[in-house]
C-alpha cells in the first residue's frame, strides 16, 4: 500500500523558513517523480512544484510566486522528498500536500502538512 | 500559463440522477503521443484530494465505473452515471500537459 506521510509544518513569522518532508512507503520511490500541492484556507489547489527522477535528471520546476524561494529535494536512499521553504510570505499559508506525479496526475496524496506564516 | 476553468462552480445533484461537470483550458491539452493530459479530482471534505480521471479519459485505481471522463484538445467532461451520496465534495480540473499544472476553480457538487 502506498503511504506518503508529511511533516515539518508549523507557525513561522514573515521571512521566515521552514522545511518539510513527504516520507513514502509502499512503492519504488526513487522511480517515481514528485510534486508538492498546496491548499489555502478555503481556496483551492494550487501546484507547487516537482522533482523528476534522478534517471530522468532529477530537475525541478515551480511555479512563478515561489520560484527562487522554495526548494525541492529528494533522497532516494530513505524514500524522503523535502520542500525548502524560504522567505515565507503571508500568502504562503497553506495545507502541503506531497503527491506522486505519474502520467502527469498525482495518483497519490498524502495527509498534507499546515503551514502558517503570520507574525 | 494555461488557465482552466469550470463550470458549474455549484452543482446541486439528487441521488440516482446523472451529473455533469465542464472544464475548459485556453490550450490545447493534446499531447503528439495522442494523449490529453488533463485530470480529474474529488476532495471530499475533511480529505485529500483523489485522483478519479487521467489522460483524459482513464479511470483511476478503484475508481467507480459511474465516473466517466471524455474530451479532447480544449473541452472536458466529467460524467458521473448514478449520483451516489458518497460522491458529494469539490471537483477539480487539472492540466498536466506543461508546467506550471493549473487547476480549475473547483465544482462544489452536494445533494
Known amino acids: 500500500e502506498v503511504q506518503l506521510v508529511e511533516s515539518g509544518g508549523g507557525l513561522v513569522k514573515p521571512g521566515g523558513s521552514l522545511r518539510l518532508s513527504c516520507s513514502a512507503s509502499g512503492f519504488t520511490f526513487s522511480n517515481v517523480w514528485m510534486s508538492w500541492v498546496r491548499q489555502a484556507p478555503g481556496k483551492g489547489l494550487e501546484w507547487v512544484g516537482r522533482?523528476?527522477?534522478?534517471?530522468?535528471?532529477?530537475?525541478?520546476d515551480f511555479v512563478a510566486p515561489v520560484r527562487g524561494r522554495f526548494a525541492i529535494s529528494r533522497d532516494d536512499a530513505k524514500s524522503t522528498l523535502s520542500l525548502q521553504l524560504n522567505s515565507l510570505k503571508t500568502e504562503d499559508t497553506a495545507v502541503y500536500y506531497c503527491?506522486?506525479?505519474?502520467?502527469?496526475?498525482?495518483?497519490?496524496w498524502g495527509q498534507g502538512t499546515l503551514v502558517t506564516v503570520s507574525s | 500559463d494555461i488557465v482552466v476553468t469550470q463550470s458549474p462552480l455549484s452543482l446541486p445533484v439528487t441521488p440516482g440522477e446523472p451529473a455533469s461537470i465542464s472544464c475548459r483550458s485556453s490550450q490545447s491539452l493534446l499531447h503528439g503521443n495522442g494523449h490529453n493530459y488533463l485530470d480529474w479530482y474529488l476532495q471530499k471534505s475533511g480529505q485529500s484530494p483523489q485522483l478519479l480521471i487521467y489522460?483524459?479519459?482513464t479511470r483511476a485505481s478503484g475508481v467507480p465505473d459511474r465516473f466517466n471522463g471524455s474530451g479532447s484538445g480544449t473541452d472536458f467532461t466529467l460524467k458521473i452515471s448514478r449520483v451516489e451520496a458518497e460522491d458529494v465534495g469539490v471537483y477539480y480540473c487539472m492540466q498536466a500537459l506543461q508546467t506550471p499544472r493549473t487547476f480549475g476553480p473547483g465544482t462544489k457538487v452536494d445533494i
Open positions: 503527491a506522486t506525479d505519474r502520467w502527469g496526475a498525482f495518483d497519490n
Open positions: 522533482i523528476k527522477s534522478k534517471t530522468d535528471g532529477g530537475t525541478t
Open positions: 489522460l483524459g479519459s
